[in-house]
């Protein structure tokens, strides 16, 4: 195959390359309307300017609305085809040979913007925000701090990808500060609850499929036909306060542990870029029941961090060096066990895979266990943590590594700023 | 004060009195657009022809488009003056001495609907949904079922209100029918688990809480502004899978035994109509932490009943009579701890109470609790239960009684049909 380049410099570290075009939302000026953008190198392209000179042709988006607003979704609901279309055209259109744009200084003078100069805002309207719990790793090591090694996987766990329904509300961009937040904790020695600070804030390392196309309730989508609703990737912290959890959390599951806040990145990267970077899921044993079993290279090779930046650092220190592919159960088949009860799925609903661990110590998706609840703390230049401090930033990086460029995700940031006094009267 | 009356003829057994004025969304015809509708004895009363017409002619509500769209929730997120001047307005111009509505023949036909012609629609755009497990009785109940007497409640149960997400998607209007869902089940004397139609399949007399205008994330809803969130409810059934319940749920909460389907009433009854039949919650012990401390009426007097009616039954047989006032952990308490986290609302999110059961045997809201996980089957018509069989069809009531009124939500009804085949193909 011909190697096709862009007009458009890539720097080969760039998360960013031809290859990639992931989609976002943003606003070139703090005064703009929110757009649909897709990132390459250090630039923003403007689809709504493309579509506003005439520049997607094709059948499906030619004077297309769905550049010109502020969430993916409407894009993303009109399915695969159209999906296709879009980057077809902007292969095109970006090609080092193909003059169109290229030679058109004024439109590409109106289209690119510096990301630096971008705001970028939530890329999709969540409907449904559901959480999985699909890496054996993480599985197993919280099973051994909480329930020992005789008890660590529970019976279901290699039976089915167990999962539960998280916050929707509270799903946030990249680089959105989160406050600690407050609740009930309960230490093993004290008789009754308190109203504290969290004391044991964590990150989670994961991924989020996003969710293009849905189906009608009571219509499970197979797992043959799950790849086509999904439309791409996130970068995914599941922020969760472990002593809130470890409170309330018996016997329906995480609840305020988890509902102060989730950050997605920023671009939405195609399963169209992965598709390079597919490879085959682990073994599962036992086998799984009919409606999870499939064929194939089901899952990617993307390389995950995590670092930590206290304010007193200049760079944030990596603690954790993961991958997708280790995950046990892969994206499709948390679609196809999601719906087979029959529960429908709509354009924009985000499916979280669960703390990603690998299986070495550095490979943790999580401080509780980096740490080893907490009896391992964890360097960070002249510091160390068990938790994460008020202050501290957590930067997830993913990238999948091709010949001479890579297809990424950018990075996801948060910080946590101190709690909120709250005035109770 | 002076009993005011409306033109419009109430039958002393109907729910929907003058003192109620609950709000839908309808169509008066197939082909008809979706509006808002106030219920008024056998009638629906169409707000987007009173607004064309210029009868709400408040500072808040003159000339507004909120009545003309599909769900309540521009009308909603306009806040509680708003929610006042519409219910002010609709009370002066449905009152017997009051001529302009009742005098306007051409208003009159074009703005009244019989019911029985309108379709009913979900009358909100649901942003999350989350489902407590507020009924001491009924948390108890279950507790002994499934861990013994002695550890029937967890620890965490009376010191806050336990709650989980649910899943908004499924959520469907009063007369929806559903399917009965297909999953991972597995006998205690099962090795491994099958995929099977669910065998238990039950219904949970619930009440929703509709959040009329919500939060910014990181910032609580104290329990004394609560109330001022709070829209109004409707009756809601949580349909529950119980045995891919018990096979799934630990340790993440219930998932697919949950996401197949709730039913929510099309009337939300506002707040200011239960106003009148608020009374004290029972007294909790230990007193719960100063979050979560309020004074007053905050529960209502609502009577709650559950009828079920085989495809051979000519109508239904009520199985349990309850009451809201039963409830343990009021609505504010619910919100107030929901958003202690920080969590956001938005306006048209749903906070279901769990299921409502009362002291006695017969006032329970479940057929696990009615049928005692299968023990005592339930009398229906010349048939028995143990759980919800194809062809039932579930009728939840709920009403206030007033002196020769009654304030009442109308039906949620549901009818299970047989499984969908799934092609694996």
Redesign the interface.
């Known amino acids: 195959m011909r190697i096709v380049k862009s007009f458009i410099e890539v720097s080969a570290d760039s998360h960013f390359s031809f290859q990639n075009l992931p989609y976002g939302i943003f606003k070139p000026s703090e005064s703009a309307a929110p757009r649909v953008g897709v990132a390459i190198g250090d630039l923003v392209l403007d689809l709504s300017v493309l579509v506003d000179n005439g520049f997607f042709n094709g059948p499906l988006l030619n004077h297309t609305t769905v550049f010109h607003q502020d969430a993916l979704n409407a894009f993303m609901a009109l399915g695969r085809s159209a999906w296709t279309e879009a980057r077809s055209t902007l292969k095109r259109l970006l090609a080092v040979d193909v003059p169109d744009l290229r030679d058109n200084t004024t439109v590409r003078n109106a289209a690119f913007h510096p990301q630096s100069q971008c705001t970028m805002l939530l890329p999709v309207r969540i409907?449904?925000y559901t959480d999985f719990?699909a890496s054996k790793e993480h599985a197993t090591n919280v099973g051994i701090m909480f329930r020992g090694k005789e008890n660590a996987l529970?019976p279901?766990w290699t039976?089915?990808p167990?999962?539960?329904?998280?916050?929707?509300?509270?799903v946030?961009v990249s680089g959105t500060n989160?406050?600690r937040?407050?609740?009930?904790t309960?230490a093993d020695d004290e008789a009754?609850?308190?109203?504290t600070p969290c004391r044991q804030l964590d990150f989670e390392l994961e991924m989020g499929a996003i969710i293009g196309t849905?189906n009608k309730?009571?219509?499970?989508i197979?797992i043959?036909n799950a790849k086509e609703h999904i439309f791409g990737l996130v970068l995914l912290n599941d922020w969760s306060?472990r002593d809130?959890q470890k409170?309330?959390?018996?016997?329906?599951?995480?609840?305020?542990?988890k509902?102060?806040?989730t950050t997605i990145s920023a671009w939405v990267v195609t399963l169209d870029a992965l598709e390079p970077f597919a490879v085959p899921a682990p073994t599962q044993d036992?086998t799984p029941?009919?409606?999870l079993r499939e064929t194939g290279n089901n899952t990617y090779d993307i390389n995950l961090s995590v670092a930590i930046k206290s304010k007193d650092m200049d760079a944030p220190q990596v603690v954790s060096n993961t991958n997708l592919k280790y995950m046990y159960w892969t994206l499709t088949q948390q679609l196809a066990?999601?719906t087979?009860?029959?529960?429908?799925?709509?354009t924009g609903?985000l499916l979280g895979t669960g703390t990603i661990s690998g299986p070495t110590e550095d490979s943790y998706g999580s401080m509780l266990e980096l740490a080893w609840k907490g009896t391992k703390p964890v360097s960070i230049g002249k510091e160390e943590r068990k938790f994460i401090l008020d202050g501290d930033t957590v930067v997830i990086k993913g990238v999948c590594k091709g010949d001479g460029y890579n297809v990424g995700f950018g990075d996801n940031v948060g910080t946590i700023l101190p709690i909120?006094p709250?005035?109770?009267?």
Chains 1, 2 share one sequence.
């Not at 309730?217 to 499970?220: D, I, K, R, S, V």
């Not at 087979?340 to 709509?346: E, L, R, T």
């Open positions: 409907g449904d719990y529970m279901n039976h089915l167990v999962g539960y329904h998280g916050r929707a509300s509270s946030v989160l406050h937040p407050q609740g009930q309960k009754a609850p308190s109203f849905g309730l009571g219509q499970p197979t043959q306060a809130i409170w309330e959390y018996v016997p329906l599951g995480p609840f305020l542990a509902n102060f806040g036992p029941l009919p409606y066990h999601h087979i009860s029959g529960c429908n799925m709509n609903d909120v709250i005035n109770f009267n």
